[in-house]
């Protein structure tokens, strides 16, 4: 199911689309990246297993750069596929010239920003290799808010007015539009391609230091939902989530972070949230996440969850879980001490379930949630076409 035949996805649902035909992981770490310099920098590394084997391996699924996407589909009648990119920090560049061989991708329909961090727009400069003389594209579109405009326009002033540029002034030919985090919209319909509609997903992304929060945007295009950057999901941008077939969630760490979800709150949202999608993914990893055993915990996990529910184990409660459903799950799992322990455990061991029927036995289905990597290619089947919300 993946471009490099990896054996991990031969057991993935596929989700459905009527736009998707795939979506290509870019990036999955965080601004700083990974292998860590201070890991690096260690004898022997020290303890984190994830900086030693992006070191030693550094094709391999913990060699991290920063988070980013891209969405590649067409409409019933499109002449040619459009790719639409999702953030282009630090390391775009770099992770573009190996991936978008791989993947038969090479105009950008269009470029669009979660929010104004270093890791989510320090590669807009890059975007010269597309157009300077037009060797790949006139222009690329841009879609910001004005929030996110200003912090760019400070930091690359010759990217929005040429004429502040110096040298020969060979920089990127941008087309800038300003998006409303509350409202839908459309890219235009061009060269043979109908319009597409991009639905913000807004979440607070914390306050750092500031009296009001600071927002970051998702996104959902047709049945995949995005977003990257998350401390708390507002219950209306939950419901603009709703009928997704794959949710992707940020999950940086296993402790509580003032900025981003834990791996327990990632987890804990996908237990609530309804209805589940055909498959979860989670990104934005720090170092310290070692791919292989974090993904045999999560599985261990949502295997445990789902045999504690068969097991009669499931307790309704009046509070609220992170997915915006019901906290059932409390005599089963707690977040809280999960994130002080810095691990995934449950209170009590289960024994593994045959997933092939749990659907139709559990009443709180839980959907496999996958850790992604840089370059896994998660493809769609276009067979249904759900609809936006």
Known sequence: MSVNGDSEQQDWPRPSSSWIDKVL?????TSGQVPAIHCVTKPDFGDCAACKDATLNPTGKNRRGCTAAAVVGRSAGDK??????????KTFYSNAVVHFPRNGIRELRAVLLTHAHADAILGLDDLRAWTMGGVIQRHVPIYLTQ????????????????????????????QWNIIDKDKPFTIPASQGRKEVHIQPLPV??????RSSPFWCLGFRIDSFSYISDCHEIPADTLQLIRGSQ???MDALKMDRHLSHFSFAQALSFFASFSPPPALGLLTDFTHRIEHYATQEQVDTWRDGMLAAQLAGKAKL?????????????????????NEHQMTIRLREKYDPIDDHNISQTASHYIPPIKLSWDGLVVPFDPRRSPSMP
């Open 25 to 29: 992981f870019l990036g999955t770490g």
């Open 317 to 337: 409660s009046r509070s609220v879980g992170e997915g915006g459903g019901t906290k059932w799950w409390s005599d089963i799992w707690d977040e809280r001490d």
């Open 147 to 174: 929030e996110c405009m200003t912090v760019v326009e400070g930091m690359f002033p010759y990217l929005v007015d040429r004429s502040k540029s110096t040298g020969g002034g060979d920089v990127p030919t941008l």
């Open 80 to 89: 040619q596929e459009s790719t639409i990119l999702i953030d282009c920090g």
């Open 204 to 209: 607070l992304h914390g306050y750092f230091g």
């Open 246 to 248: 794959a949710i992707v």
